[in-house]
């Protein structure tokens, strides 16, 4: 329901603004303004997400789970989709999600409501927590891991097992 509410009015609201500037500054002006903003909101897009993959590449390479920088590449592609929509609202969200700044609170944010998420009645830790390399009380097989995959690291933890059935 909360995103059939968006997707009705957003749009009447960047109507809105788009007609409130329009009558102010002009037409021109207005049109020159929105697509300025789609193509820095590119070239920005381009830059942020190549230095945002390369620390991905560098904490995987350390041997780390590059949760942050995933987090924040959806953050660039959510950003990058609503400064190329055409409006000033949608414009101010997306800028918001290339800055680097304001990409890392938004990151922390949502990283900080996934903590604790239930998934089929348990309880995870982290942003998951099923026992994935760079999870706390995860492994990565190995040591520690039951035959099925399930990590076994120790008392007290959650452990999510289960069966699945290929259909091919």
Do not use: H
């Amino acid at each position: 329901m909360p995103f059939l509410l968006l997707f009705i009015l957003m749009p009447i609201l960047e109507i809105a603004v788009l007609l409130k500037v329009g009558g102010l500054i002009g037409v021109l002006p207005t049109l020159a303004i929105v697509v300025l903003t789609a193509v820095i909101g590119t070239r920005m897009l381009r830059q942020q997400g190549t230095a945002t993959l390369e620390r991905a590449r560098a904490r995987f390479g350390s041997g780390e789970m590059p949760a942050t920088e995933m987090l924040e590449g959806v953050l660039l592609l959510v950003g990058g989709v609503m400064l190329l929509t055409p409006g000033f609202v949608t414009d101010a969200c997306g800028f918001a999600c290339l800055i680097p700044a304001s990409r890392r609170w938004l990151a922390e944010r949502l990283s900080a409501r996934a903590v604790g998420v239930v998934v089929g009645g348990t309880r995870t830790d982290g942003l998951g927590g099923m026992g994935g390399q760079g999870v706390p009380g995860g492994t990565s097989g190995g040591a520690g891991s039951t035959s099925s995959g399930a990590s076994r690291t120790g008392a007290g933890e959650d452990v999510i097992e289960g069966d699945y059935r290929r259909i091919d």
